[in-house]
């Protein structure tokens, strides 16, 4: 476990698409199917818009958006 910030209850973060892709095959390899994979990247859009229609999931005011994301 790479990550920084350690615990049961904290995301794994500072891997890579590629360690992913091989814990993914590692585990589909033990459970014996080929269940899990990554979303793509239009299914991970509608997940993150959550059914909404506007710029952006918290609506079109890009002047939000630092009440809904951390950018640089």
């Known amino acids: 476990n790479p990550s920084r910030y350690k615990g049961r209850s904290n995301p794994v973060e500072q891997v890579s698409w590629d360690d992913i892709q ?3 095959q590692r585990l589909n390899q033990k459970e014996g199917h080929n269940r899990y994979r990554l979303p ?7 997940a993150a818009r959550a059914g909404t229609e506007s710029t952006y ?3 079109d005011d890009a002047r939000d958006l630092g009440s809904y994301a951390w950018y640089d």
């Open 57 to 59: 999931s918290f609506g």
């Open 22 to 24: 091989v814990f993914i």
């Open 40 to 46: 793509t990247e239009a299914e991970w859009e509608c």
